[in-house]
T-cell receptor
Framework: QKEVEQNSGPLSVPEGAIASLNCTYS??????FFWYRQYSGKSPELIMFIYSNGDKEDGRFTAQLNKASQYVSLLIRDSQPSDSATYLCAVIGMDSSYKLIFGSGTRLLVRP | NAGVTQTPKFQVLKTGQSMTLQCAQD?????MYWYRQDPGMGLRLIYY???????DKGEVPNGYNVSRLNKREFSLRLESAAPSQTSVYFCASIWGQTQYFGPGTRLLVL
């Protein structure tokens, strides 16, 4: 079982809709959770991160953690065509504060 | 600030050739990382350096070596390239919980 799993997609949503992206993780002791956005041919860029103690909202983005079920989600409200990208979930496991474990990413397509 | 820079941007090698991928950061970060990204595989950690003078293996270290030359520079060496090492390589440094990625090196091994 991979440590961080994501549906590869593509997830297709119309412009203005809410896009919901999910990832599951296997290390129950994980403390920090990250969402990165990667445009085709570019490097990943951090959107937001949350700790195990709560959810977080930043503009149109909300990250939510369900510790009991071991998944973290990213909601994008009022989706725009410019949000079309691959979204990578990453987790810092309990054994190391230096190593991020990445999922394989979900491709999001926002239709105009 | 240039952030994290990588050279070269693109390289073609023949099987068995060697090369070094260069990475430098000007943000005075202690920790630096090398990842490879393959289609459908996400980012996989090759090696990391928690601080100057230290290096540790990541998830996929076989076939690679690294050098943390100083606080700014962290290089990745392929001693004898194999087609399985065809990939996009990203260097990153970290401040707090935020990793900053370089633009990547696209490597093709024939």
């Amino acid at each position: 079982q991979k440590e961080v799993e994501q549906n590869s997609g593509p997830l297709s949503v119309p412009e203005g809709a809410i896009a919901s992206l999910n990832c599951t993780y296997s290390d129950r002791g994980s403390q920090s959770f990250f969402w990165y956005r990667q445009y085709s041919g570019k490097s990943p860029e951090l959107i937001m991160f949350i700790y195990s103690n709560g959810d977080k909202e930043d503009g149109r983005f909300t990250a939510q953690l369900n510790k009991a079920s071991q998944y973290v989600s990213l909601l994008i409200r009022d989706s725009q065509p410019s949000d079309s990208a691959t979204y990578l979930c990453a987790v810092i496991g309990m054994d190391s504060s230096y190593k991020l474990i990445f999922g394989s990413g979900t491709r999001l397509l926002v239709r105009p | 600030n240039a952030g994290v820079t990588q050279t070269p941007k693109f390289q073609v090698l023949k099987t068995g050739q060697s090369m070094t991928l260069q990475c430098a950061q000007d943000m005075n970060h202690n920790s630096m990382y090398w990842y490879r990204q393959d289609p459908g595989m996400g980012l996989r950690l090759i090696y990391y350096s928690a601080s100057e003078g230290t290096t540790d293996k990541g998830e996929v270290p076989n076939g690679y070596n690294v050098s943390r030359l100083n606080k700014r520079e962290f290089s990745l060496r392929l001693e004898s390239a194999a087609p399985s090492q065809t990939s996009v390589y990203f260097c990153a440094s970290i401040w707090g919980q935020t990793q900053y990625f370089g633009p990547g090196t696209r490597l093709l091994v024939l």
